[in-house]
């Protein structure tokens, strides 16, 4: 083996080295990172399967029984369940009620030339820059006029309103992205409007459409100041049933921490199951 | 022998029992975008059954703006079309009974190939098993039938290019529209293409409207090939008639490659020569009618092709030039040798329009005060060398004369 062959393999080899050291101090710092935004979650979880003292015992414990009573009494005695069920409710349809609309406003905005779309899109977001505090009791008003107030229908509405900026833009973004000549060649296929649009376009933009729907869905699904104000003993959502367990006299942390679990679990598994459109969609039109 | 029976038979089975064949007609299409740009200005075009005819030019001449306004997915400001018989000026592209190929093929990704071949059957309801009877035809005659159950993103890009024909071909259109069907493909699989399509169309004998902006793609397919510039026709006619009898001096240059050598000259004394360049060149009787109306001594278009210089002395050249190379370039078959000519350019809108549209096709020189680029085309034995003066010799029959104000042609036939 002759000298410069001989150099160029040790190069190789100390490029090789200072590689996988590179990799080694990027997995511990993504490591610490997951650690320091999951530190919570975790403990909130954990804490949820402790008794009182345990969770209150000044060094954390890591290792005991676990204990369902936390759950028990939060399904039993404060039927959490029900706020469970009419989050579930709000959410999903209103998410399905902003996708609809929304899709039914991006998909022309995308394709068809209206004058002034710019403007139109830009006032579309600019919804969504308004705090929502401002527009509470104008909204409660209207709402307690037309009979409403404390009806889950009230959330489904105020929530399908609150969306629906969010859907229009990325959707109309998602419709963009994809090439118009496959909608032409369906037309001239002699696919109607309606048939190109159900059987290619929206197939195409399947990522996009449900990294839209778990957005909107865990926006409805966090809301509290709205479900507070507008809802009723009987349909409190999941978020306002948590504040249920500060009492006067003490704060229920083990409850707390069981409802919270429960609150966090379907959006967890919801995003777990669309990860694979979830990473598509969010860069969709970023790389093409 | 399997093959052959299929191919009888699954025309026959097709959606409409016979099948349909249709010409069409573009009369006085206009169209002017909502920005004021005009792409399309009275358009009268009549294709016949059967035939393929090729749409040429420079881009945005309104080439596939045609092609799109005949399909129905843009609408024409003024005129009308008309496709076997039925005006469909008013329809939605779903109603017109055509089939087109996308120049990026706009197949459908997320599904399989058996599934894009089959769509625009499903969508007619046409019965499942010829349905499969079809698709199978179809992809037997491009041959993709090993690849029917894989998505597009695993095809190749020529295997995509005959997917998209694949889908336009599977029904029996009443026309097939090609948009730059083979601009995405490297040269060797163009040239394969280009004579695959055209065994195709000879085989079914559907009417094709094809668009391309590559003239030796339009020379070699089209039965007939309309050039366009600017949205205006300029000539629909026989490739051979294009390149012989241009109209103006746009179709001259367009059609041909290396393009016409275009130069000023001057009308003889008694309208019987042109001078080019301290060149006298006597006309024939024919080139002679051409000059009736001209004074003497006011200027004339020339253009001389490529192909009419030879190096040879021979009784049927009956002009010639005195040249001094300035760049040979040996292709093997030929020999092509650049030169200037003491003359001016042909400046003319025409003229200008396909030497700034296609850089391919003009010569590698420019045009100085020294005079006008030319380039000819020589035979591989002929020993030109740069720097050292030659006599370049052609048929003065073989000259076309042009009006030097507007660029149309002189030859009343043409």
């Known amino acids: 083996m002759s000298a410069v062959t001989h150099e160029a393999a040790v190069r190789r080899g ?47 414990t890591i290792f005991f029984a676990p204990t369902f009573d936390n759950f028990r009494s939060v399904f039993v005695k404060s039927q959490f369940g ?29 394709r068809r030339r209206v004058r002034g779309q710019q403007h139109l899109a830009f006032w579309i977001l600019s919804l969504r820059i308004v705090p929502p505090i401002v527009v509470i009791i104008p909204l409660f008003l209207m709402l307690r006029n037309v009979g409403l107030t404390g009806s889950v229908w009230s959330l489904v509405v105020i929530y399908t309103y609150m969306n629906l900026p969010l859907t229009v833009w990325l959707l109309r973004g998602f419709f963009a992205d994809l090439p118009v000549e496959i909608e032409e060649a369906s037309f001239v296929d ?75 679990l379907p959006v967890w598994i919801g995003a777990l199951a669309a990860q694979r459109y979830l990473v598509r969609g969010l860069t969709l039109g970023a790389v093409k | 022998m399997t093959s052959a029976s299929q191919h009888d038979v ?26 004021g740009t005009v792409a399309l200005e009275h358009l009268d075009l009549s294709i016949r059954e059967g035939e393929f005819v090729v749409l040429v030019g420079p881009s945005g001449c309104g080439k596939s703006t045609a092609l799109r306004i005949l399909a129905g997915l843009e609408e024409a400001t003024q005129g009308e079309v008309v496709i076997g018989g039925r005006t469909v000026t008013e329809l939605e592209p779903q109603q017109r009974d055509v089939a087109m190929v996308f120049q990026n093929y706009a197949l459908y990704p997320h599904k399989t190939l058996y599934e894009n071949l089959a769509y625009p059957l499903r969508i007619r309801r046409i019965p499942k098993a010829q349905v499969a ?16 159950g894989r998505k597009p993103r695993a095809l190749s890009g020529g295997q995509r290019q005959r997917v998209a024909m694949g889908r336009a071909l599977v029904r029996e259109p009443a026309a097939f529209l090609m948009d730059e069907p083979l601009s995405n493909l490297d040269a060797a699989l163009r040239v394969e293409m280009r004579a695959e399509i055209r065994r195709i169309h000879d085989r079914l ?114 002009a010639s030039l005195n040249v001094t190379p300035e760049l040979v370039e040996k292709l ?83």
Request: aromatic share 8%; net charge negative; with cysteine.
């Open chain 1, 82 to 110: 029900s706020a469970l069920a009419t989050s579930i409710f709000t959410a999903t349809s209103s998410t399905i009620l902003a996708l609809l609309l929304g899709a039914g406003i991006a998909y022309p905005l995308a």
């Open chain 1, 190 to 264: 002699g696919a109607s409007r309606l048939r190109s649009f159900f059987g290619i376009t929206l197939p195409l933009a399947l990522p996009g459409v449900v990294a839209t729907a778990l957005l909107a869905f865990i926006f409805a699904w966090n809301e509290f100041l709205f479900a507070n104000i507008l809802t009723g003993a009987n349909t409190r959502t999941a978020p306002v049933g948590l504040t249920e367990y500060v009492t006067p006299v003490s704060v229920e942390w083990t409850n707390i921490m069981a409802a919270g679990t429960l609150v966090v």
């Open chain 2, 205 to 318: 004998g559907v009417t094709t409207v094809y668009v391309t902006h590559d003239q030796v793609e339009a020379m070699t397919m089209g039965d007939r090939v309309a050039v366009l510039r600017d949205g205006v026709l300029q000539q629909f006619d026989d490739p051979q008639v294009l390149y012989h009898q241009p109209r103006n001096v746009f179709v001259a240059g367009f059609v041909g490659s290396p393009a016409i050598n275009l130069a000023l000259g001057t009308v003889g004394d008694s309208r019987d020569s042109v001078e080019l360049a301290d060149h006298r060149i006597v006309l024939d009787a024919d080139h002679r009618k051409q000059l009736a109306d001209r004074s003497p001594g006011s200027p004339v278009a020339i253009g001389i092709r490529p192909e009419a210089f030879s190096h040879d002395r021979d009784p049927e050249l009956d």
């Open chain 1, 14 to 60: 100390r490029r090789r080295q200072r590689q996988r050291r590179l990799t080694v101090v990027r997995g511990v710092v993504a490591g610490v990172m997951t650690l320091l935004f999951m530190g919570p979650i975790l403990w909130m979880i954990s804490t949820a399967f402790k008794v009182g003292n345990q969770a209150f015992s000044a060094t954390p």
């Open chain 2, 133 to 148: 009877q079809r698709v199978e035809w179809v992809a037997e005659l491009l041959g993709l039938t090993e690849l029917l």
């Open chain 2, 332 to 414: 093997g078959s030929e020999l092509l040798v650049h030169f200037r000519v003491r003359a001016a350019p042909v400046r003319t809108a025409g003229a200008r329009a396909w030497a700034e549209g296609d850089a391919e096709t003009i010569s590698h020189l420019r045009d100085t005060d020294e005079g006008t680029a030319f380039v000819a085309r020589l035979d591989a034995r002929s020993d030109c060398r740069v720097g050292e003066p030659r006599e370049l010799f052609f048929a003065s029959k073989r000259m076309l004369l042009f009006d030097p104000e507007n660029g149309e042609s002189l030859d009343p036939d043409a």
């Open chain 2, 10 to 35: 699954a025309p026959a089975a097709g959606p409409s029992g016979e099948p349909v064949r249709a010409g069409v007609e573009f009369h006085g299409v206009s169209m002017t975008f909502p920005d």
